[in-house]
Structure formats: structure tokens, C-alpha cells
């Protein structure tokens, strides 16, 4: 199964929908994550038949940031399991290896709120005992730093 996750700063950017349609035609994923959508269900509904898919799930945006759509083909046995304006979580069922969890994240906007976040992915990890997969946009930096070295 071929996952891909993109951040793709609004589909109401004149540039996002040929660049999302560039994305999925090169790759050909199963399933597609978009976050920060900027857009409302209609119009993130009807890319799904832009871009190939059979099925969506999307999330309204919140004022002028969030938004999320999750598109995939029948070749993937999905269960929406619960959602909120910053995931979805889904069950993949999988008959030839165990089933897993799968979370399609994205990260409350802002460094004031990365330790809510992370306290946000925490409170996930007791809702299933299964494998578990989390993709999507953290809005977080590990290390804030380059490695640089002065020559001369």
C-alpha cells in the first residue's frame, strides 16, 4: 500500500490543485492525506473525482488555517474510527497481516501549542491496541540548528 501525506497550504491556491494532480498521477498512492486544506468539504469532496479516488472523508477548516481530506481506493479496507479538526484515525483492515491503525495528523498551528499536541497524540495511543502508523504535519522542529562549520 502506497501512503502519501502532503501539507498543500490551500486548494484555493491557483498552483495546489495541478501540483496535488501532478502528485497522484506520478506516485499513484492508495491513499492520500492532504492537511491545511483551507478549504470546505464540497470543494475537497470533489477533487476526489479530479484525482482518481473512490472515497473521501474530509474536515471543514477552522477561520483561516486546518482542513483535512483522506482519500483512497477500494483496494483499501478503511474504518473511520474518530477524527477531530487536527486528525483522522482510521482502522486498516488487513487480511493477509494483521490489521493496524493508521492517524492522519495535523499538529495544532503555532509553538505555544506543541506540548497540547503532543498531550493530544498521547491521549490516542489508549484508544486501540493495534500497530500503529501516525503521518501528516507535526508543525514541530526537532532541532532548530544546522550543523554548519566555517571554512577558512
Excluded at 498531550?119 to 493495534?130: E, G, P
Aim: proline letters at 4%; aromatic letters at 14%; charged letters at 20%.
Amino acid at each position: 500500500m502506497k501512503i502519501i501525506s502532503w501539507n498543500c497550504p490551500g486548494l484555493g491556491n491557483p498552483r495546489a490543485i495541478p501540483n496535488v494532480k501532478y502528485l497522484v498521477c506520478v506516485s499513484k498512492p492508495d491513499v492520500l492525506f492532504l492537511c491545511e486544506t483551507i478549504s470546505n468539504s464540497n470543494k475537497t469532496a470533489e477533487l476526489k473525482y479530479v484525482l482518481g479516488f473512490e472515497y473521501c472523508f474530509t474536515i471543514n477548516h477552522q477561520g483561516l488555517s486546518g482542513g483535512l481530506a483522506l482519500y483512497w481506493n477500494s483496494c483499501v479496507n478503511f474504518s473511520i474510527s474518530n477524527f477531530s479538526n487536527n486528525h483522522i484515525d482510521v482502522k486498516v483492515s488487513d487480511n493477509v497481516k494483521c490489521d493496524w491503525r493508521l492517524t492522519n495528523y495535523y499538529a495544532f498551528p503555532g509553538s505555544g501549542r506543541r506540548i497540547e499536541a503532543w498531550n493530544f497524540l498521547r491521549q490516542l495511543t489508549i484508544v486501540y491496541d493495534l500497530p500503529w502508523c501516525i503521518i501528516g504535519d507535526f508543525n514541530d522542529i526537532i532541532e532548530g540548528e544546522k550543523n554548519t562549520r566555517r571554512v577558512g
